[in-house]
């Protein structure tokens, strides 16, 4: 009974190839994030949404597009992969918007390779 | 806008030694603050949180930190470490619209 699941866990690809990565949370909540992490483990925001709408967009090259079905799953597009995107991509969702007390609950993430 | 600063990348303690992880932060409205653990190859997990009710907040695993405003600080401390505690700690702030996380913390506990 995973709370936030992500699929891949892995992902290895080549330069230049349209990958995606699949979240769904099960809690019930109404706001869902990606954030990357990269090799030095900082942790920055992608994107946000809240009842399948975009609240959060920070800059990140349109070649990253996210898609929210549903509120209890939101996926995200990567365009034209290139080096620089290798990371470990979290998801998570919360019960209401960030910037509240309101916890968020993490995928196993998907770390993602580009060769 | 917020921000959390964490002091030290990385931070080695001895079994059974005190465990003192440093955040401060910034914010223009009331925060709300967090500290998160990261294991290896695993996602985030909460270890405890403040908002605004009392100052020295509890959290699992024996941890604890203090909100102290005057010196804008959410320091995380466990009295005694543990071999299980080596992971890499995240401080937060929430109190606009996203939560930003700081750069973390390494902490290795050595036997």
């Known amino acids: 009974d995973t709370a936030v699941s992500q699929t891949p866990k892995y992902l290895v690809t080549q330069m230049g190839n349209d990958k995606s990565i699949k979240c769904e949370q099960n809690?019930?909540?109404?706001?869902m994030y990606w954030y990357k992490q990269d090799s030095k483990k900082f942790l920055k925001i992608m994107f946000s949404y809240n009842n399948k709408e975009l609240i959060i967009n920070e800059t990140v090259p349109n070649r990253f597009s996210p898609k929210s079905p549903d509120k209890a799953h939101l996926n995200l597009h990567i365009n034209s992969l290139e080096l620089g995107d290798s990371a470990v991509y979290f998801c998570?969702?919360?019960?209401?918007?960030?910037?509240?007390?309101?916890?968020?609950?993490f995928g196993p993430g998907t770390r993602l390779t580009v060769l | 806008a917020q921000s959390v600063t964490q002091l030290g990348s990385h931070v080695s303690v001895s079994e059974g030694a005190l465990v003192l992880l440093r955040c401060n932060y910034s914010?223009?409205?009331?925060?709300?603050l967090f500290w998160y653990v990261q294991y290896p190859n695993q996602g985030l997990q909460l270890l405890l949180k403040y908002t605004s009710a009392a100052t020295l907040v509890k959290g699992i695993n024996g941890f604890e930190a203090e909100f102290k405003k005057s010196e804008t600080s959410f320091h995380l401390t466990k009295p005694s470490a543990h071999m299980s505690d080596a992971a890499e700690y995240f401080c937060a702030v929430s109190g606009g619209n996203d939560m930003r996380f700081g750069a973390g913390t390494r902490l290795t506990v050595k036997p």
């Open positions: 998570a969702s919360s019960q209401n918007l960030a910037g509240g007390p309101d916890t968020q609950y």
């Open positions: 809690l019930g909540h109404d706001t």
């Open positions: 914010s223009s409205v009331p925060p709300y």
